[in-house]
Every structure is written in structure tokens, then in C-alpha cells.
């Protein structure tokens, strides 16, 4: 944990269309010290475009005081190399599990991985892998199946706290699996709502995204562990809300939150 004091970031990807001016002065004033950005279609910086405009992008951030912590997008050299010109540290991506199934995917991603290590190696960048409920990588031990054998330096774990609650797991124990390889730590919060009526023979759930006080994912919980093992690092609040409309009013009340839980 490189970082010498908690740094609080949030992840922009409801404010795609903002000006680089206007998203680095919003999320200076919400509170925030830094910014994970997406390298993605349609978004203020573009996979083809990445080499340009992310440092430029970054710079202007910075002209606010906000940190790219890091991005959300492809790890190909490309933009390994366009983060190491930013001053990024991380690049965070999830892990899909594919039809050949769970421990065949892993053992074709472990393949990439180990080709990606030198480029990782060689610019200074760490790619960070994150549970994601569903037919993902979905909880803190699979990450660490994944990802134990590298040298943290290079491949790491961003936890979710709101992934890990809906796969059931309890924060602790997942906290201490990823703690070697631990690089970040996400916080939002979901509870599972059913979308089926009552007479349905199939019944289907999908997550509610809501604030940090209301769902499965109890935010004291985390922050308790966090501050008593001595994490330093990078929390993200991702921004994430079924009622997105709301986003910029519930960022704030988050925002507030989870200052408290860490002062």
C-alpha cells in the first residue's frame, strides 16, 4: 500500500459527456481527491485515442486538484503505456467467465496474464482485477486463485464491496483472502429486489444499486477492517445507482458517508 494516507476517488462514468473543466471542478467540490475515468467508447477519453488524450485529460484534471487514480478500460500496451505517461497507477478490469467454464477461462486469462507482466513491468503500471457478481469472478477467493502466483506489483485485487455482499461473502474474511494483492477497494451498495411477480414460475432478481447506508454491504464493516489492518490506499466510490437521475444528490450523501467512517 503505497499510498501514505486514504485517497477517495469516484469512478466518472455517469458524467460521460462532461467537460474535462466541469467534471474536474464537480468532483473537487463533492469532496473527492481523485477520479477513475473510462477508456471507453463514447467517454471523454476513447481506446483509440488513449495515447493523446489521456495525459491530456489527466493534466486537466489535475488543474482542480484531482488525481487519475486509476482507469477503466483495455490492458494492451497502448494504454499501459498512455497511463504511465499520465502518472496512473492502475488499470481495472473484471473477469467474465466464458462458455468453456470457470476454471477453463481462468486458466486461458492466466496465459494472458503471464504475457502481460513484462509490459506491465516495464512502464510501472498495475492491472487490477475486480469480483463482480454473476457469471464473473465473483468473489474474493477466486480472485486470489487468480491472481495469487504474480508479484502484487504487477497484478492486483480491487475489491467490491458491494459484489462481494451479493455473493454472500462476509467483508472480513474477504478483506483478509485479497489483503497480499489488495490495490484498491470499492464501495457501493445493492440489495437484491425480485422483478417477478408473485405467481411467476421462474422467478428472477436483480440487483437495486443504492446508497451506502441501505444495502447488503455494510460500509462500517468494511471501514472497521480497512482501518485496522492500516490500508492506505485508494477507495472508489463508483457512482452507481438504479436511480440514476439522483446520481449527483447520492454521491454526496456517499461521499459524506464514507469520509465519516474513515476520519
Known amino acids: 500500500m503505497g499510498e501514505k494516507r486514504i485517497t477517495f476517488s469516484v469512478f466518472t462514468k455517469p458524467w460521460k459527456k462532461m467537460p474535462i473543466g466541469e ?35 489527466a493534466r486537466g484534471l489535475s ?42 477461462t481462468e486458466a486461458k486469462l492466466q496465459k494472458k496474464l503471464d504475457a502481460l ?23 474474493a477467493m477466486g480472485i486470489r486463485h487468480l491472481i495469487e502466483k504474480y508479484d502484487p506489483r504487477h497484478i492486483g485485487a480491487v475489491w467490491d464491496a458491494a459484489h462481494n455482499a451479493l455473493s454472500g461473502e462476509e467483508p472480513e474474511m474477504a478483506i483478509d483472502i485479497v489483503w497480499s494483492h489488495l490495490c484498491m477497494v470499492n464501495l457501493k451498495n445493492a440489495f437484491w429486489r425480485r ?17 451506502g447506508r441501505q444495502g447488503l454491504a455494510s460500509w462500517p464493516r ?37 469520509r465519516s467512517l474513515f476520519a
Not at 484531482?66 to 478490469?93: F, N
Open 117 to 139: 507482466v513484462p509490459i506491465l513491468d516495464r512502464y510501472g503500471v498495475k492491472l487490477g482485477i475486480q469480483n463482480h457478481c454473476g457469471r464473473f469472478v465473483c468473489n
Open 63 to 104: 488543474e482542480f486538484g484531482v488525481k487519475v487514480t486509476s482507469v477503466a478500460g483495455p490492458a494492451d500496451e497502448e494504454t499501459i503505456s498512455a497511463c504511465a505517461e499520465a502518472g496512473i497507477p492502475i488499470i481495472r478490469i473484471c473477469v467474465g467467465i466464458q462458455e468453456e467454464g470457470y476454471m477453463a
Open 23 to 57: 467534471l474536474g471542478r464537480m468532483v473537487h467540490d463533492l469532496g473527492f481527491d481523485g477520479v477513475e475515468l473510462p477508456v471507453r467508447p463514447g467517454f471523454q477519453v476513447e481506446p483509440e485515442n488513449v495515447t493523446k488524450d489521456l495525459p491530456r485529460v
Open 195 to 211: 422483478v417477478t411477480g408473485p405467481e411467476a414460475e421462474d422467478v428472477v432478481w436483480r440487483p437495486y444499486w443504492t446508497t
Open 222 to 258: 468494511v471501514a472497521a477492517e480497512l482501518k485496522r489492518r492500516g490500508y492506505k490506499g485508494v477507495i472508489c466510490l463508483t457512482a452507481e445507482y438504479t436511480d440514476e437521475a439522483s446520481v449527483n444528490r447520492l454521491i454526496a450523501e456517499d461521499i459524506a458517508f464514507a
